[in-house]
Nanobody, 125 residues
Framework: EVQLVEAGGGLVQAGGSLRLSCAASGFTSDNYAIGWFNQAPGKAREGVACISLRDGSTYYADSVKGRFTISIDNAKRTVYLQMSSLKPEDTAVYYC??????????????????WGQGTQVTVSS
């Protein structure tokens, strides 16, 4: 059974930093990608950063380039999202997600096959 268990999130002031983590288990190969989506109230869910477990290639949405960094600890099968220079508009529920099509991180940031439970990130101005 595939499981994605998120940790991190919380309240931070604008300009601050937070780190999210996603522990993945139950996958039978490395040919998949994991990413982070965010969803603000009244808005569609958007993929912001994704990484391939196979080769470490990454994809970032324009809205987070230069501010967010996605990384992986293969030994722990854990993906991290380091968020810096946070803005109030980054406030959202952040979901860890996995795409098992093998089409790479950009595709993984469009749609996913498995989802975590979500964690709230709130950035105060």
């Amino acid at each position: 059974e595939v499981q994605l268990v998120e940790a991190g999130g919380g309240l931070v002031q604008a300009g601050g930093s937070l780190r999210l983590s996603c522990a993945a288990s139950g996958f039978t190969s490395d040919n998949y990608a994991i990413g982070w989506f965010n969803q603000a109230p009244g808005k569609a869910r958007e993929g912001v950063a994704c990484i391939s477990l196979r080769d470490g290639s990454t994809y970032y949405a324009d809205s987070v380039k230069g501010r967010f960094t996605i990384s992986i600890d293969n030994a722990k099968r854990t993906v991290y999202l380091q968020m810096s220079s946070l803005k109030p508009e980054d406030t959202a529920v952040y979901y860890c997600a996995a795409d098992v099509t093998g089409w790479g991180p950009k595709a993984a940031c469009v749609s996913a096959d498995y989802w975590g439970q979500g964690t709230q990130v709130t950035v105060s101005s």
